[in-house]
């Protein structure tokens, strides 16, 4: 039955979460505190009464709530409502902030502020002790840089605007997470329900090119020898895959993913040059950049003095990155799916002598398929991401987050169907095994597989992830690519000082993960399969029991053991 309104009107809380039930948020990613009583009232009286709600999924880490909500976004493209508390709660949030505002993901983060009210007559003032050491002057500060938008709800009466506005910036392009907050007192007051009509507050239609720049774009590629297109985060909307395929077939253009965050171009696809960044760049005589960040390293490489540089982002300028200077001869703001419609519309000729020599290019810089498997030694990345890729089908879905093994993974995984690969975007780590948790929520027919090194499998807060993945139902199958460190430290060190003491000695203090049994972590918490793989005759049946397990409803969890990063014991020798 509906709830009374006349024995009093609804709190700024269950108004929001009404609210959020409407605008179509399906969960709320929670880590719940002293600042939420309103909220925990309010999603009790909704349930009593039967009435629409989001689904509570608690989580006892807030990496694992933004995170799940990260994940939940890339395959839906709608935000999740996240909930922590106060600034303590908005500090644990930690990197999972960073890949938000990277990876550019509609995301509303709700956080309470410390009731500032002493009197005891008023509903949600102050009560206890905490309340005193967490009011922090300034807690937006802690997110600032990240957040497309802030703001503290001081009127209880505008909640319903409030988050509207909060939906409407989160959904425009570029997408990005905000952060709302108010004080316990705000979120338990009492005010008549508004009645705003959502649809009246959506996000910004998508812009598209220019008829100038359509023409420009289409001079540009039916004029050259060599042209090159870079890509990150095109395949954000999978539609754009098929749409860009059918832009390369037309004109003869090679396609590099860097850092992919989604399947931007089928990896199979004749004109598919790659995962390498700086590959090509000074070979390119036109080169087109469609939404991405770091198209090449300009200590690297960089376009040959007669190329001309085409720049199509839904971020053309990145005001969220300090120093970047990339130079481009047209830069525009467009949504990458529309603009390749609009060159595929063209009936402007393209001619085929040019064409076919830019295909012969193409062909000529194929990149090689990866080498046999070694048949002694330790176990390789690259048989490890084969063996996985055997497992897939139409139903799957990798996330991966394995920063010393990237280009490794996605250039053996080379991954076709729109939709079935992400990556966070951000260097926050820890982002994969709860993205995954989020990506099962969005898509519970999928069969989702999360591609971990052993650092970021730990700093995803493994307790917390598959406990979530257990209790909600939200099952994956996670392999750990375990080199018993964290190898990237060591790389950037190479790459800086390449002939120095610490690459002499081999000393690093990376060694953080040797010796430790991951895998146990999320049997522990989460009733996960857990199975350790040093031998690569086993690697394979321990990958089908994995899957068996998730199928049957279950995380499974699979450590396979790499070389390892560096032969420095951190601490302190038994026995001394």
Known sequence: MALKES????????????????????????????????????????????????????????MTALSAAHGHAMLTRRAQLVLVHVDVGTQNLGGSVHNACRGRVPVIVVAGLSPVSEDAARTGSRTEYIHYIQDT?????????????????????????????????????PQGPVYLTGAREVWDAAAPAGTPDPALRGPVAKTALAPEAVEKLHALLAGARRALLVTTYA????????????????????VVEVGPQYVSFPGDHPCHLGYRRDWLIDEADAI?????????????????P???????????????????HFEAHERHQADSGIALDQLLRTGLPVDAGLKQERLAWIRSRAPAGPGPAPANGPLTPQEVTLAVKELLHERSIVLCE???????????MRMNRPGSFYASGGSGLGWCINAAVGAKLAAPDAEVIALVGDGCYVFGVPASAYW????????????????????????????????????????Y???????????????????????RVDDRRELRAALARGLACVRAGRPAVIEVMLARATRQELGTPPGH
């Open 7 to 62: 024995a009093a009107h609804p709190s700024a809380a269950e108004r929001l979460i009404r609210l959020a039930a409407r605008l179509g948020i399906e969960h709320i990613f929670a880590n719940l505190g002293s600042d939420h009583p309103a909220f925990i009232e309010a999603l009790a009286r909704l349930r009593e009464s039967g009435e629409p709600a989001p689904r509570v999924i608690v989580c006892p880490h807030e």
């Open 137 to 173: 002057p300034r807690q937006h500060d802690l997110v600032a840089p990240f957040m497309k938008w802030l703001y503290e709800l001081r009127d209880p009466a505008t909640t319903e605007a409030t988050l509207l506005r909060a939906h409407q910036l989160a959904a425009s392009e």
């Open 235 to 254: 395949g954000r909307d999978p539609a754009t895959v098929g749409k860009l395929t059918a832009v390369c077939e037309k004109y003869g253009l090679g």
């Open 288 to 304: 087109v950049l469609l939404d991405v960040d770091v198209p090449w390293l300009p200590r690297n490489t960089g376009p040959a």
């Open 306 to 324: 007669d190329a001309r540089v085409f720049h199509i982002d839904a971020d053309p300028v990145k005001p969220t990155l300090g120093a970047w």
């Open 402 to 412: 394995e920063p010393s093994n990237a280009y490794a993974i996605v250039s053996t």
């Open 468 to 507: 979530v993945a257990r209790t909600y139902g939200a099952p994956m199958l996670t392999v750990i690519y375990n080199n018993s460190g964290w190898r990237s430290p060591k790389v950037s060190t190479e790459l800086v000082h390449p002939a120095g003491a610490a690459h002499a000695d081999d000393t």
């Open 509 to 531: 203090w990376v060694a953080a993960s040797a010796g430790s049994r991951l895998a146990d972590l999320a049997a522990a918490a989460g009733d996960a399969l857990a199975i």
